[in-house]
Protein backbone atom coordinates (compact mmCIF):
# COMPACT_ATOMS: atom_id res chain seq x y z
CA UNK A 1 0.00 0.00 0.00
CA UNK A 2 2.67 2.69 1.05
CA UNK A 3 4.65 1.79 -2.22
CA UNK A 4 1.70 2.10 -4.46
CA UNK A 5 0.51 5.46 -2.76
CA UNK A 6 4.01 6.67 -2.59
CA UNK A 7 4.67 6.21 -6.47
CA UNK A 8 1.66 8.05 -6.97
CA UNK A 9 2.95 11.05 -5.49
CA UNK A 10 6.45 10.97 -6.79
CA UNK A 11 4.62 10.62 -10.24
CA UNK A 12 2.49 13.91 -9.61
CA UNK A 13 5.08 15.80 -8.15
CA UNK A 14 7.36 14.88 -10.97
CA UNK A 15 4.47 16.14 -13.35
CA UNK A 16 3.96 19.17 -11.88
CA UNK A 17 7.81 19.51 -11.35
CA UNK A 18 8.03 19.30 -15.11
CA UNK A 19 5.27 21.64 -15.63
CA UNK A 20 6.80 24.82 -13.58
CA UNK A 21 10.18 24.17 -16.03
CA UNK A 22 8.18 23.77 -18.89
CA UNK A 23 6.48 26.92 -18.18
CA UNK A 24 9.24 29.05 -17.28
CA UNK A 25 11.05 27.85 -20.53
CA UNK A 26 13.73 25.64 -19.02
CA UNK A 27 12.71 23.17 -21.75
CA UNK A 28 12.27 25.75 -24.65
CA UNK A 29 13.54 24.64 -27.66
CA UNK A 30 15.79 27.36 -29.31
CA UNK A 31 13.64 28.01 -32.61
CA UNK A 32 16.69 29.10 -35.30
CA UNK A 33 17.73 28.37 -38.69
CA UNK A 34 20.32 25.52 -39.49
CA UNK A 35 23.03 25.06 -41.50
CA UNK A 36 25.85 22.23 -42.47
CA UNK A 37 29.56 23.58 -43.82
CA UNK A 38 30.56 20.18 -44.86
CA UNK A 39 34.39 19.50 -46.13
CA UNK A 40 34.73 19.76 -49.57
CA UNK A 41 37.29 16.48 -49.67
CA UNK A 42 35.10 14.12 -47.47
CA UNK A 43 34.14 11.12 -49.15
CA UNK A 44 30.68 9.67 -48.98
CA UNK A 45 31.33 7.47 -45.73
CA UNK A 46 32.76 9.81 -43.82
CA UNK A 47 30.39 12.20 -44.39
CA UNK A 48 27.71 9.88 -43.67
CA UNK A 49 29.16 9.15 -40.14
CA UNK A 50 29.81 13.66 -39.58
CA UNK A 51 26.06 13.83 -40.26
CA UNK A 52 25.00 10.88 -37.73
CA UNK A 53 27.67 12.91 -35.15
CA UNK A 54 25.49 16.26 -35.73
CA UNK A 55 22.30 14.63 -35.23
CA UNK A 56 20.45 14.75 -38.53
CA UNK A 57 19.73 13.23 -41.72
CA UNK A 58 21.61 13.99 -44.98
CA UNK A 59 18.80 16.57 -46.46
CA UNK A 60 17.11 17.25 -43.50
CA UNK A 61 19.79 20.81 -43.33
CA UNK A 62 20.67 23.11 -46.17
CA UNK A 63 24.62 22.22 -47.26
CA UNK A 64 26.98 24.32 -48.19
CA UNK A 65 30.84 23.35 -48.85
CA UNK A 66 34.31 24.81 -47.90
CA UNK A 67 37.08 24.19 -50.41
CA UNK A 68 40.91 24.23 -49.09
CA UNK A 69 41.04 27.27 -51.60
CA UNK A 70 38.48 29.28 -49.59
CA UNK A 71 39.83 28.31 -46.09
CA UNK A 72 43.43 29.86 -47.74
CA UNK A 73 41.98 33.08 -48.40
CA UNK A 74 41.77 33.65 -44.76
CA UNK A 75 44.56 31.50 -43.19
CA UNK A 76 47.61 31.65 -46.02
CA UNK A 77 50.38 33.93 -44.63
CA UNK A 78 49.20 33.47 -41.07
CA UNK A 79 49.43 29.61 -39.98
CA UNK A 80 52.17 27.11 -41.64
CA UNK A 81 51.60 25.02 -44.76
CA UNK A 82 51.32 22.01 -42.34
CA UNK A 83 48.55 22.94 -40.19
CA UNK A 84 46.63 24.40 -43.61
CA UNK A 85 47.29 20.98 -45.63
CA UNK A 86 45.59 20.70 -49.13
CA UNK A 87 42.14 19.19 -48.14
CA UNK A 88 39.50 20.90 -46.45
CA UNK A 89 37.98 18.00 -43.92
CA UNK A 90 36.41 19.63 -40.72
CA UNK A 91 32.74 20.30 -41.22
CA UNK A 92 30.44 22.62 -38.89
CA UNK A 93 26.29 22.59 -38.11
CA UNK A 94 25.40 25.85 -36.82
CA UNK A 95 21.75 26.92 -35.75
CA UNK A 96 21.24 30.13 -34.41
CA UNK A 97 19.92 31.15 -31.27
CA UNK A 98 17.56 33.89 -29.15
CA UNK A 99 19.24 36.84 -28.46
CA UNK A 100 21.06 36.48 -25.59
CA UNK A 101 21.54 33.04 -25.38
CA UNK A 102 25.38 33.16 -26.27
CA UNK A 103 27.48 30.58 -27.75
CA UNK A 104 27.08 27.06 -27.45
CA UNK A 105 29.71 25.28 -28.77
CA UNK A 106 31.35 21.77 -29.10
CA UNK A 107 34.71 19.97 -30.82
CA UNK A 108 35.08 16.05 -32.07
CA UNK A 109 38.37 15.03 -33.62
CA UNK A 110 39.85 18.64 -33.75
CA UNK A 111 43.72 18.55 -32.48
CA UNK A 112 44.57 22.27 -32.53
CA UNK A 113 41.55 24.50 -32.45
CA UNK A 114 40.00 24.32 -28.95
CA UNK A 115 36.12 25.49 -28.24
CA UNK A 116 37.34 28.70 -26.87
CA UNK A 117 39.99 29.42 -30.03
CA UNK A 118 36.60 29.06 -31.97
CA UNK A 119 34.57 31.27 -29.93
CA UNK A 120 36.44 34.18 -29.48
CA UNK A 121 37.24 34.16 -33.18
CA UNK A 122 33.44 33.88 -33.58
CA UNK A 123 32.58 36.79 -31.24
CA UNK A 124 35.39 38.81 -33.13
CA UNK A 125 33.94 37.65 -36.37
CA UNK A 126 30.26 38.93 -35.41
CA UNK A 127 29.02 35.62 -35.04
CA UNK A 128 26.41 35.64 -31.82
CA UNK A 129 23.95 33.32 -30.17
CA UNK A 130 24.57 30.24 -31.90
CA UNK A 131 24.50 26.71 -31.63
CA UNK A 132 27.80 24.97 -32.96
CA UNK A 133 29.16 21.43 -33.90
CA UNK A 134 32.20 21.10 -35.28
CA UNK A 135 33.50 17.67 -36.66
CA UNK A 136 36.08 15.90 -38.41
CA UNK A 137 36.38 12.45 -39.37
CA UNK A 138 39.76 11.87 -37.91
CA UNK A 139 41.80 13.91 -35.86
CA UNK A 140 42.76 17.31 -38.00
CA UNK A 141 43.50 20.67 -37.27
CA UNK A 142 40.10 22.17 -37.26
CA UNK A 143 41.39 25.04 -39.72
CA UNK A 144 38.54 24.99 -42.32
CA UNK A 145 35.64 25.11 -39.86
CA UNK A 146 36.16 28.52 -39.19
CA UNK A 147 35.90 29.59 -43.02
CA UNK A 148 32.53 27.11 -42.32
CA UNK A 149 31.44 29.03 -39.50
CA UNK A 150 31.63 32.15 -41.47
CA UNK A 151 29.77 31.17 -44.71
CA UNK A 152 27.41 29.45 -42.67
CA UNK A 153 26.34 32.04 -40.90
CA UNK A 154 26.46 34.10 -44.16
CA UNK A 155 23.95 32.24 -45.72
CA UNK A 156 21.47 31.75 -42.95
CA UNK A 157 21.25 35.89 -42.06
CA UNK A 158 21.89 36.32 -45.94
CA UNK A 159 24.32 39.19 -44.96
CA UNK A 160 27.66 39.52 -45.33
CA UNK A 161 30.22 39.73 -42.18
CA UNK A 162 32.53 42.37 -41.95
CA UNK A 163 35.56 40.97 -44.12
CA UNK A 164 38.23 42.44 -41.94
CA UNK A 165 36.47 40.99 -39.07
CA UNK A 166 36.90 37.95 -40.37
CA UNK A 167 40.20 38.16 -41.53
CA UNK A 168 40.89 39.57 -37.74
CA UNK A 169 39.24 36.62 -36.53
CA UNK A 170 41.40 34.60 -37.99
CA UNK A 171 44.24 36.00 -36.92
CA UNK A 172 43.28 35.53 -33.78
CA UNK A 173 42.52 32.34 -33.39
CA UNK A 174 46.11 31.36 -35.04
CA UNK A 175 47.64 34.07 -32.89
CA UNK A 176 45.89 31.98 -29.55
CA UNK A 177 47.00 28.94 -31.19
CA UNK A 178 50.73 29.60 -31.61
CA UNK A 179 50.33 30.83 -28.02
CA UNK A 180 48.64 28.41 -26.64
CA UNK A 181 51.41 25.67 -27.95
CA UNK A 182 53.84 27.33 -25.48
CA UNK A 183 51.83 28.59 -22.30
CA UNK A 184 48.31 26.49 -22.76
CA UNK A 185 45.36 27.36 -24.38
CA UNK A 186 43.39 28.60 -21.33
CA UNK A 187 46.06 31.18 -20.46
CA UNK A 188 46.26 32.09 -24.03
CA UNK A 189 42.48 32.88 -24.51
CA UNK A 190 42.55 34.71 -21.12
CA UNK A 191 45.32 36.74 -22.11
CA UNK A 192 44.07 37.81 -25.62
CA UNK A 193 40.28 37.75 -23.85
CA UNK A 194 42.03 40.48 -21.30
CA UNK A 195 43.89 42.25 -24.00
CA UNK A 196 40.69 42.85 -26.02
CA UNK A 197 38.48 44.58 -23.21
CA UNK A 198 41.46 47.60 -23.48
CA UNK A 199 41.52 48.26 -26.88
CA UNK A 200 39.80 51.65 -26.20
CA UNK A 201 42.91 52.34 -24.52
CA UNK A 202 45.92 51.17 -26.33
CA UNK A 203 44.69 52.57 -29.98
CA UNK A 204 45.98 55.81 -28.57
CA UNK A 205 49.45 54.53 -26.90
CA UNK A 206 52.55 54.03 -29.45
CA UNK A 207 53.89 50.49 -29.89
CA UNK A 208 56.50 50.39 -27.06
CA UNK A 209 53.34 51.30 -24.05
CA UNK A 210 51.32 48.43 -25.92
CA UNK A 211 54.42 46.21 -25.18
CA UNK A 212 54.36 47.26 -22.04
CA UNK A 213 50.65 46.89 -21.44
CA UNK A 214 50.56 42.95 -22.46
CA UNK A 215 53.70 42.22 -20.18
CA UNK A 216 51.90 44.16 -17.39
CA UNK A 217 48.20 41.53 -18.40
CA UNK A 218 51.16 38.50 -18.65
CA UNK A 219 52.51 39.52 -14.83
CA UNK A 220 49.24 39.39 -13.52
CA UNK A 221 48.34 35.72 -14.72
CA UNK A 222 51.67 34.86 -14.21
CA UNK A 223 52.52 34.42 -17.74
CA UNK A 224 56.32 34.23 -19.39
CA UNK A 225 56.72 35.80 -23.17
CA UNK A 226 59.36 36.13 -25.30
CA UNK A 227 59.58 39.22 -27.25
CA UNK A 228 58.50 37.46 -30.32
CA UNK A 229 54.95 36.90 -28.40
CA UNK A 230 54.93 40.01 -27.20
CA UNK A 231 54.77 41.45 -30.86
CA UNK A 232 52.58 38.90 -31.95
CA UNK A 233 50.04 40.45 -29.70
CA UNK A 234 51.26 43.71 -30.72
CA UNK A 235 50.24 42.52 -34.04
CA UNK A 236 46.62 41.44 -33.66
CA UNK A 237 46.12 44.45 -30.80
CA UNK A 238 46.45 46.66 -33.28
CA UNK A 239 44.67 44.39 -35.76
CA UNK A 240 41.45 43.96 -33.51
CA UNK A 241 41.90 48.19 -33.22
CA UNK A 242 40.64 48.44 -36.88
CA UNK A 243 37.34 46.97 -35.67
CA UNK A 244 34.53 48.43 -33.97
CA UNK A 245 35.88 48.68 -30.84
CA UNK A 246 32.86 49.48 -28.49
CA UNK A 247 30.56 46.78 -30.52
CA UNK A 248 33.48 44.19 -30.03
CA UNK A 249 33.89 44.82 -26.19
CA UNK A 250 29.99 44.59 -25.74
CA UNK A 251 29.55 41.04 -27.55
CA UNK A 252 32.41 39.82 -24.65
CA UNK A 253 30.59 41.24 -22.04
CA UNK A 254 27.56 39.78 -23.71
CA UNK A 255 29.04 36.18 -23.55
CA UNK A 256 30.41 36.94 -20.13
CA UNK A 257 27.00 37.82 -18.69
CA UNK A 258 25.50 34.56 -20.54
CA UNK A 259 28.01 32.00 -19.05
CA UNK A 260 27.43 34.20 -15.21
CA UNK A 261 23.61 34.15 -16.29
CA UNK A 262 23.94 30.09 -17.06
CA UNK A 263 25.91 29.58 -13.39
CA UNK A 264 23.17 31.16 -11.72
CA UNK A 265 20.23 29.34 -13.25
CA UNK A 266 22.69 26.06 -12.50
CA UNK A 267 22.72 26.63 -8.73
CA UNK A 268 19.06 27.76 -8.51
CA UNK A 269 17.95 23.93 -10.29
CA UNK A 270 20.62 22.53 -7.96
CA UNK A 271 18.81 24.18 -4.87
CA UNK A 272 15.48 23.13 -6.28
CA UNK A 273 16.46 19.79 -7.09
CA UNK A 274 17.71 19.27 -3.44
CA UNK A 275 14.52 20.85 -1.81
CA UNK A 276 12.78 18.45 -3.77
CA UNK A 277 14.74 15.59 -2.42
CA UNK A 278 14.34 16.20 0.95
CA UNK A 279 10.48 17.54 0.57
CA UNK A 280 10.25 13.23 -0.94
CA UNK A 281 12.56 12.51 2.11
CA UNK A 282 9.98 13.83 4.64
CA UNK A 283 7.04 12.61 2.96
CA UNK A 284 8.57 8.93 3.44
CA UNK A 285 9.37 9.85 7.04
CA UNK A 286 5.07 10.93 7.12
CA UNK A 287 4.20 7.82 5.90
CA UNK A 288 6.04 5.38 7.38
CA UNK A 289 4.89 7.08 10.65
CA UNK A 290 1.39 6.88 9.36
CA UNK A 291 1.35 2.96 8.62
CA UNK A 292 3.98 1.76 10.42
CA UNK A 293 5.39 -1.66 10.21
CA UNK A 294 7.64 -3.12 7.08
CA UNK A 295 7.54 -2.59 3.26
CA UNK A 296 4.67 -4.14 1.66
Request: charged share 30%; proline share 1%; hydrophobic share 40%.
Amino acid sequence: MKKILSKTISAFLAFIMCTMLISSGAFALDAGEKRVAMGADLPQSERNAIYSRFGINYGDVKEIQVTNKEEREYLEGLVSESKIGNVALSCVYIETLEEGKGIDLSVHNIKWCTEDMYKNAMITAGITDARVMVDAPHPVTGTAALTGMYKAYEDITGKKLDENAKQVGTEELVVTGELADYIGSEDATKLITELKKILDVTKDMTDDEVRSEIRKLAKEYNIELTDLQVDKLLELCRSLEGLNVDELRQRINDLANTVKKASTIGEAISKFAESVKNFFVSIGEFFSKLFGGGDD
